[in-house]
């Protein structure tokens, strides 16, 4: 019973891991448009977080996960391929909970450079 008890510990984080449809709506994308704010480089996903400018001016905080850093690497991203300040465009799938959350599928810059920024694997639409 203790072994049984050790494995499913030692298991967690696996099933800690979700799927692109446990989270997201891939029936309803978004399109954020503003400055980064923060990027966080870690494990499992990344995070951009973004203040996006709406066509009203209002600005709206938003957290918007991407792959995980070594698909993204293989990619060719780096940690300063996006840094705060930078006035970029993203592309992504709404959470199911209605926050200011998304699945990030492609992040467009001002030199209207587009680079895939998400998992391969999720299980969300493939683009």
Not at 71 to 97: E, P, S
Request: proline share 5%.
């Amino acid at each position: 019973m203790k072994y049984l008890a050790l494995l499913l510990v030692s298991a967690a984080p696996i099933f800690a891991h979700h799927s692109f449809a446990a989270e997201f709506d891939a029936k309803k994308p978004v399109t954020l448009k503003g400055a980064i704010t923060q990027l966080d480089w870690t494990n499992p996903h990344i995070w951009l977080h973004i203040d996006a400018t709406d066509d009203a001016g209002t600005v709206t905080k938003w957290m918007c996960e991407g792959g995980n850093p070594n698909t993204l690497m293989r990619a060719g991203w780096r940690k300063d391929t996006v840094k705060a300040g930078d006035q970029l465009t993203i592309q992504g799938f709404r959470a199911k909970d209605g926050t200011n959350t998304c699945n990030t599928r492609s992040v467009t810059f001002p030199d209207g450079k587009r680079v895939f920024a998400g998992s391969q694997s999720d299980g969300g639409p493939q683009q």
